[in-house]
Nanobody
């Protein structure tokens, strides 16, 4: 069984910072990537930041320069700074496994609200 436990969401003023944490409970074998996505009301889910093989980080265009993803083992942190109201969304942690599992898992989501 794989479970992703997210924490750190909340309400912050525009220009403020938040640190989201995602803890993986379950197998750490054959992880291909771990990262964070967000979904604003009425919009599609989009990638915020992803850690791939060898710890390479990829950032979404709309957040580049404002977020940093890091990890300690299978706990992933997303540090967000200089937040904008348009960043208000439910943020989801994701883990993708390579073969033989070849599937992904999602956390339950944590709300980030940026007040203007």
């Amino acid at each position: 069984q794989v479970q992703l436990v997210e924490s750190g969401g909340g309400l912050v003023q525009a220009g403020g910072s938040l640190n989201l944490t995602c803890e993986l409970i379950g197998s750490s074998n054959r992880i291909r990537a771990m990262g964070w996505y967000r979904q604003a009301p009425g919009k599609q889910r989009e990638a915020v930041a992803i850690l791939g093989g060898a710890g390479t980080a990829t950032y979404g265009k709309s957040v580049k320069g404002r977020v940093t993803i890091s990890n300690v083992a299978t706990t992933v942190h997303l540090y967000m700074t200089n937040l904008l109201p348009v960043y208000t969304a439910v943020h989801y942690c994701n883990v993708e496994y390579g073969p033989p599992l070849q599937r992904g898992f999602w956390g339950q989501g944590t709300q980030v609200t940026v007040a203007s």
